[in-house]
């Protein structure tokens, strides 16, 4: 998307500080190039599924969407684990270091038979990250290979 474009859609939302806007993106690196141009009506968000890379899309890899999140300076942050893949440990730590206010959480609604993992663990996922954000988790499920 041509920067001016960006640039005219942070206009609209400067001039409406009573209104909140949510951004979300699979290409947070992008963030980087505007923040002088964001308000507090922002909420920032990336599409991070997993810590490990499947090489499902040609989006950036998990890693590099983390990365860019970690170091985006924005006290309004948001996290979407939709559609959850199977993750390490360390992916927790992840969310921790880019400091979200909400996570929005969810399985595969498309039977594309990703590589999910158990519901059990997602649910410990929950869990862990109740603590340090707003969790909304939705159409959690056994994992399509569960049944």
């Given at each position: 998307?041509?920067?001016?474009?960006?640039?005219?859609?942070?206009?609209?939302?400067?001039?409406?500080?009573?209104?909140?806007?949510?951004?979300l993106?699979?290409?947070?690196?992008?963030?980087?190039?505007?923040?002088?141009?964001?308000?507090?009506?922002?909420?920032?968000?990336?599409?991070?599924?997993?810590?490990?890379?499947?090489?499902?899309?040609?989006?950036?890899?998990p890693?590099?969407?983390?990365?860019?999140?970690?170091?985006?300076?924005?006290?309004?942050?948001?996290?979407?684990?939709?559609?959850?893949?199977?993750?390490?440990?360390?992916?927790?730590?992840?969310?921790?270091?880019?400091?979200?206010?909400?996570?929005?959480?969810?399985?595969?609604?498309?039977d594309?038979?990703?590589?999910?993992?158990?519901?059990?663990?997602?649910?410990?996922?929950?869990?862990?990250?109740?603590?340090?954000?707003?969790?909304?988790?939705?159409?959690?499920?056994?994992?399509?290979?569960?049944?």
């Amino acid at each position: 998307m041509p920067k001016e474009w960006i640039n005219k859609v942070l206009d609209v939302v400067g001039s409406k500080p009573d209104s909140k806007f949510l951004f979300l993106t699979k290409n947070p690196k992008r963030y980087h190039e505007f923040q002088e141009g964001f308000t507090g009506n922002m909420m920032l968000g990336a599409t991070i599924e997993t810590n490990r890379d499947y090489k499902l899309t040609k989006a950036p890899t998990p890693r590099e969407r983390y990365e860019a999140m970690r170091d985006l300076k924005w006290k309004h942050k948001a996290i979407v684990i939709e559609p959850i893949l199977d993750f390490d440990p360390e992916f927790t730590d992840w969310m921790k270091e880019i400091s979200p206010e909400i996570i929005y959480l969810g399985y595969d609604n498309y039977d594309n038979r990703l590589q999910e993992p158990e519901m059990s663990k997602a649910e410990r996922l929950v869990d862990e990250l109740c603590g340090m954000a707003d969790v909304r988790a939705k159409a959690l499920r056994k994992a399509w290979y569960e049944t």
